[in-house]
């Protein structure tokens, strides 16, 4: 007898997460297990990034052990593989993750996606029977077992795209009325699926049901209006005026397309609501308008900055403007690239969502990204469209989504710099900051509906400083005159005034609108080592940020400051100012100091202030020797001669200052700086009164 074979292993996802042998369900473990499992299956063949399978299991909130934890589950996964003999299935390490080597026939999803694909063309009957087929492989809702750690709505688009194509098949066969009570029930779950509701509306006619399919298409006009303030498109109401017309010829078995028109006839206008209350950035909307095509490929152009700063609000404004610019469409995205409660959307599912826009049928969408990027680009190649792709992860996210054609023109706006797509596209990048006084003040007055009265115009210069000018820090304060009007300018201002309280003020009660929610979004968003600085920069008494000074406060050599202080700027968290000089936002300031408060420890921070105040005593030291010696005997942060402790002492004197201020008044070290500083301010530096009563009582 010849040796026996391996047994054949089933991998299931539509339903609970499987691995099946012969008929015996393998048990896997944990829902963490399972959900790597899951993770891999979704991308067969292909190397998910540790890093990746960190974020989506912990949501960006990881435990110090998550990397060793999911090595774990691999080591389990491989224990069971193995166990079951499963032969040609193996986990491999691959940096910078791992790859799940199998048949992809032998996944559920595979095998759905197959059918879906082989029915197209065929006749009516046999597609039915494809699709069938396809439609009982699922067992339950997919990844049903997972708690919803791993997100797929791929997975759902699939199902439907299956359904959808299966009823078309029935309708053909004219069992319209066996699948109303199935489509009914589906477009409670699936409201605003209009393909689904066109297939109701036929079945429920051809059913002798006419009313009834018109209460359907009312039903679904109030609630799009309703809900998403949206007309039904062009073929759903050319299907509701065919009902009321009577118009027989939906009697056939495949009467005229009503909601799959030749790709091309569908103008999209998915741009959200323009903002109310705009003020200022006449400078950005020229500089954007100087980008508009036609050029030898389409433009990109990347408005990049810190959350709160307006960066969807130009965008969407801008594009409303110029919308006429573009009789193809305006095609709009939200890429989620920083959503705490959602991961970022995949290229591919963007991409249905365009197509399916562009009125490309959902069963002529190909499976794979590639092949969905390639018809896109077709499609735009001979068209004037401007696609938004609002708050991007990375150049990555958005590089598929990008049209060939000179024609159209794409916005893109994210928290990070995406130098990389810079490079790799040529799009041009604006980074954006805060506003001007005045613009600031007229977003106040607009939204609050504060009259310009000459006597409140200080107060309101103030309030908007005490925004830092920050756009959201700017709405949130005039909504909340606007929604209180026993409140006034002066109230607000004297709330906003106390540092401790000001970022809890500037939320909003019962709305996501909430400049802390904002801030906190890009700090959850960093890697482990630059959310620890971040913590660090929270216990830092100045304003003027360097290499030498945060290498002392996080405990790290001064190079490795300096590379987190510049991918800090590159997600504005700092600004870099000129070289190695680095500042923080008022309100990002304060929630680092927030960040600092709960998240380290008071042995940390101890330590922290320690480190901090002896590079500030050495530094003064040394530079004193240097002045009146012209050398130090050791150390003396770096500085050899005295004109480069002169320029130490002019570019730290406030940050020194700051030290001694915010140090205690028993502590020796604190004293000898207090002391040296007394000494700089007889020679070359000024004091103000406050810093001036400090060191009279340390000193003296």
Known sequence: MGAEQPAVAR??????????????????????????????????NQ???LDRIVDVLWAHEPPASARTMIQGYVSRLRQRITEADAGGVHILTTPPGYRLVVDESLIDVTVARSLLARARGLPAARRAELLDEANALWRGPALADLGGRVS????TELRLAILEARFDAQLELRRHREIIGELTQLIEAQPFRERLVAQLMLALYRSDRRATALEAYQLFAHRAAQELGMDPGPQLRDLHARVLRDDTALLEPNPDPVVTP????????QLPRAPSGFAGRGDEIDWLTTLLPPGETAAIGVLAGPAGVGKTALAVLWAHRVAGAFPDGQLFASMRGFDEQHTPVRAADVLTQFLLALGVAVDDVPIELDDRATLFRSILADRRVLVVLDDARDGEQIHPLLPAGSSSFVLVTSRVRLDGLVARTGARMLTLGTLGPDAAESLIEHMAGTPAHAHDRELRRRLARLCGYLPLALRVSAARLAGNPQWTVEDLVTELTDERSRLGALDLEESDTSVRAALDVTYRSLRAELAETVRYLGLFPGTRLGPHPVAALCGSDVDAARRRLRSLASSFVVTETSRDVFVMHDLIRLHAQELAETELSEVDVEAAGRRLLRYYLTGAESARELLRHGEVRSGGNGLSSAREAAEWIDQEWANLLAVVESGSDADEEVLRLARLAAEFSEGTRALGPAALSRLVRLVV
């Open 11 to 44: 991998f299931c996802l539509l339903g609970p997460v499987q691995m099946i042998v012969g008929e015996r369900s393998v048990p896997l473990g944990g829902t963490g297990v399972r959900s790597v499992l899951a993770m891999l299956l979704l991308e067969p």
């Open 47 to 49: 190397v998910v990034p």
């Open 262 to 269: 030749k790709v091309g006839v569908l103008v999209p206008a």
């Open 152 to 155: 797929a709505p791929e997975l």
